[in-house]
């Protein structure tokens, strides 16, 4: 599974930006998405999931209830759909993909397997 992903830009507090993730290599039946960020001197840490074959949702509770995860089937892209963002959302954000044979919860860079190179968001204040 290659990931690609996308949409990261400079934006002012409050703001929105859409994140994408394309997938290619195979289909994502059954695979975990998530998506990580990663602020500059700090760890990578868990933002949002989803089950592609359910689309069954998890997020960070920083985050709760002004992002969004979705995924295009026919596209095979998962989409993170971020608003009123602070500047505490500033980090490198990257997809990753979790076969289904995986251990590990949504929310544990270790149980996934394939990751996108990152795209840097930038809010201003």
């Known amino acids: 599974v290659q990931l690609q992903a996308s949409g990261g830009g400079l934006v002012e507090a409050g703001g929105s930006l859409t994140l994408s993730c394309a997938a290619s290599g195979r289909t994502l039946n059954n695979y975990i998405i998530g998506w990580f960020r990663q602020a500059p001197g700090k760890e990578r840490n868990f933002v949002a999931a989803?089950?592609?074959?359910?689309?069954?949702?998890s997020y960070a509770d920083s985050v709760r209830g002004r992002f969004t995860i979705s995924r295009d089937n026919a596209k095979n892209t998962v989409y993170l759909q971020m608003n009123s963002l602070t500047p505490e959302d500033t980090a490198v954000y990257y997809c990753?993909?979790?076969?289904?044979?995986?251990?590990?919860?949504?929310?544990?860079?270790?149980?996934?397997?394939?990751w996108g190179q990152g795209t840097l968001v930038t809010v201003s204040s």
């Open positions: 990753a993909a979790s076969p289904p044979d995986r251990r590990g919860s949504y929310s544990d860079t270790n149980k996934y397997q394939y």
């Open positions: 989803i089950m592609w074959n359910r689309a069954i949702t």
